[in-house]
């Protein structure tokens, strides 16, 4: 497919021995560049000895194999340094608090789902409180009114926005790094958390890329999101959510196109891969699709899950979304958006996993650093057809039948029934055998408020 040969990611996945040790401190990092299609040059800078162990940053490390997932285009760096004496860590410039407003927009637009997987996976609990010192500073930066001083580091000017003892929490700097983009994961909103992480052996270092030094622009960016987020109100359908996630596919990919560079590789700017792309200026790469895709899911109330891993051998990244059947679908509107026509396609649109993993797979726990993902829910095998389920929604009963959602057992949908629920969730009253079955709306055996909402827009539509 021509989509393949336009964009050219790099996997680089051979082994890698006899690296030797360099002198303490060295940066160690894979720098991956493409030029006409063609990788032009891997530069692998060096590996630091420490303590006997060789470091690998960002990468998948098994034995001697080392590989580095590079999602739309840009490589996912963590890099060693040897020290902090240097580092400028911020501790002064934030407002006290985030306002009432602010408040809601953060958690409307973010999901705790990776934070939930932190507490399966090893030093579970150190995760979730290193994810947690994470989020109050990406947080506290949000309304932040200071301007990032550059700092040297390596050369470089990093942009610093705090820093957390990892060690403290009892986790290695694998857990450390994987949490990082974990929390990313759970986060569009704070677009300004670099795609590079800074460690030491103590130490995670968190930065935004220089385009978001200045609080002026965030302040900017932050309206634009407010807006942006606000404009998609009208897609918004209550009584579905498969209606709800149509709209916002359709519009995404209306609005916003495939963001190449002058040479006609992926776009490796910072705003490509964030949702500053869709926002403001309307184009981007896989990961600013997906992520926009997740903000506008999670604010409007829609399950939904943040996905990445790699397509014909490239890193790629979409979503997974509930719909109206209490399943999970996949979603991938780049590829949907990549021929940038004025009429969106629908080729990976609300797909089961059948068809959609023939040429996407996700990254999983059982994978490392940047190709660590949290467990995924369970997909529908086939696709969702949305006129073979509302005929089965909408299909009279045969005589005697228990219906979903007809807790009074009286052969039809009311509010007699979204009463009787109302009411069992108080525990005013109890339920029988079959009036559990019937009120389990998505038939996944646990009554909750999912359950409540999906009852009411049954009722609604019928």
């Excluded at 303590?51 to 034995?63: F, H, T, W």
């Excluded at 209306?254 to 490796?268: L, V």
């Excluded at 109330?301 to 990244?317: D, L, Q, R, T």
């Excluded at 979503?319 to 509107?333: K, R």
Aim: with cysteine; proline share 3%; hydrophobic share 35%.
């Amino acid at each position: 497919m021509f989509f393949y040969d336009k964009i050219l990611y790099i996997l680089l996945c051979d082994k890698w021995v006899n690296t030797g040790f360099l002198n303490s401190g060295t940066e160690r990092m894979i720098i991956l560049k493409m030029k006409n299609k063609k990788i032009i040059s891997v530069v692998v800078s060096a590996f630091t000895f420490m303590s006997g162990v060789i470091y690998c940053p960002a990468v998948l490390a098994e034995e001697n194999d080392v590989n580095t997932f590079i999602p739309g285009g840009i490589e996912y760096k963590a890099t060693y340094i040897e020290n902090i004496d240097d580092i400028f860590s911020i501790s002064t410039g934030y407002n006290a608090a985030l306002s009432y407003d602010e408040q809601t927009m953060w958690k409307k637009t973010s999901t705790d789902y990776a934070y939930r997987d932190c507490a399966l996976r090893k030093n579970g609990d150190g995760r979730q409180k290193l994810y947690t010192s994470i989020d109050n500073a990406m947080k506290s930066f949000w309304n932040s009114i200071m301007n990032l001083r550059g700092t040297p580091i390596n050369g470089n000017q990093i942009y610093v926005i705090g820093k957390v003892d990892y060690t403290a929490y009892g986790l290695t700097e694998q857990d450390a790094i994987e949490t990082y983009y974990m929390y990313k994961n759970d986060h569009p909103l704070a677009y300004y958390s670099s795609n590079e992480i800074f460690y030491t052996e103590r130490y995670l270092i968190f930065s935004a890329p220089e385009d978001y030094k200045n609080s002026s622009d965030r302040k900017k960016y932050n309206q634009m999101i407010t807006d942006y987020i606000d404009s998609y109100s009208e897609c918004y359908d209550s009584s579905s959510e498969y209606k709800t996630v149509l709209a916002f596919h359709d519009r995404l990919c209306s609005n916003m196109e495939y963001a190449f560079d002058g040479e006609g590789n992926p776009e490796a700017s910072p705003w490509a891969h964030d949702i500053i792309g869709a926002v403001s200026l309307k184009k981007g790469v896989c990961e600013s699709y997906s992520r926009t895709f997740e903000m506008l899911l999670n604010y409007y109330g829609i399950n939904n899950v943040f996905c990445a891993g790699e397509s014909n051998g490239g890193g790629h990244a979409w979503n997974m979304a509930e719909l109206d059947d209490g399943q999970y679908y996949f979603f991938d509107l780049t590829w949907d958006d990549f021929l940038n026509t004025s009429v969106p396609d629908y080729t990976y649109f609300g797909k089961g996993s059948a068809v959609f993993e023939l040429d996407h797979t996700i990254c999983t726990p059982e994978g490392a650093y940047t190709e660590f993902l949290y467990e995924i829910p369970k997909a529908s095998l086939s696709d969702f057809d949305w006129e073979t389920y509302e005929q089965t929604v909408t299909a009279p009963p045969e005589k005697n039948e228990i219906i979903q959602g007809d807790i009074n057992a009286d052969q039809k949908l009311s509010y007699v029934d979204f009463i009787l629920m109302i009411q069992y969730m108080l525990n005013d009253i109890t339920f029988t055998e079959e009036q559990l079955k019937s009120a389990d709306m998505n038939d996944n055996g646990v009554l909750n408020v999912f359950d409540l909402v999906r009852l009411k827009r049954y009722i609604l539509n019928n």
